[in-house]
């Protein structure tokens, strides 16, 4: 009976050593890499979206993937519709019994390329922050001044979507204009 139990004892140590090998073997750079290519092909193949990012990380036992460096479009456009410097994404616990939820999703400095619905001026010398609504038309974001870019006024602040970056090299940006604008919230429509 002794010899049973130490010999069940050894197996369960082995397996838990094994297990523990294992989920090492998934951290390495060279297996990340592979996972995140995996991630990109399956992606491009099942929802036409191009994935780029710099860098993957997970962690299988808080059931968390993080991404840097992203950025996300279409496979038949040239120019990424999403870029953030990190996505974070939590699984439910779901996840043991085969069902996949998505509990959480974090953003850092999500960033759109917009085009300007207006003419915007902006002060030569000094990068302006100008406060835009968002509005999809085709397959562009346009931008159109929240209001009065004072301050001390609320109603601008309260119904911007994003912060367009004017870059101090610029004293306007003209209609049509590309630039990139720092989301501040998605517009009532939702990204489409």
Do not use: C
Not at 132 to 140: C, I, K, Q, S
Not at 159 to 187: I, N
């Amino acid at each position: 009976m002794r010899t049973l139990l130490r010999r069940l004892a050894v197996a369960a140590a082995l397996l838990a050593g094994l297990i523990l090998i294992a989920l090492a073997a998934l951290q390495l750079p060279w297996v990340r890499g592979r996972v995140l290519d995996r991630a990109r092909g399956y992606a491009a193949q099942e929802f036409g979206v191009a994935l780029r990012a710099s860098s993957l990380g997970y962690n299988l036992l808080t059931r968390s993937i993080e991404l840097r460096g992203l950025s996300v479009g279409s496979t038949s456009a040239a120019d990424p519709f999403l870029e953030s410097d990190r996505l974070v994404v939590v699984i439910g616990p779901e996840i043991f019994r085969g069902r996949v939820t998505i509990t959480r999703i974090s953003l850092d400095r999500p960033r759109l390329p917009v085009r300007a619905a207006a003419r915007i001026e902006s002060r030569a010398g000094r990068t302006d922050f100008v406060r835009v609504t968002l509005e999809r038309r085709g397959d562009a974001w346009w931008a159109l001044p929240a209001g009065d870019q004072v301050s001390g006024h609320l109603t601008p602040q309260s119904r911007a979507h994003a912060l367009l970056v004017v870059p101090e090299e610029v004293k306007a940006l003209d209609e049509g204009g590309a630039a990139e604008a720092l989301l501040l919230r998605w517009p009532e429509a939702g990204p489409s």
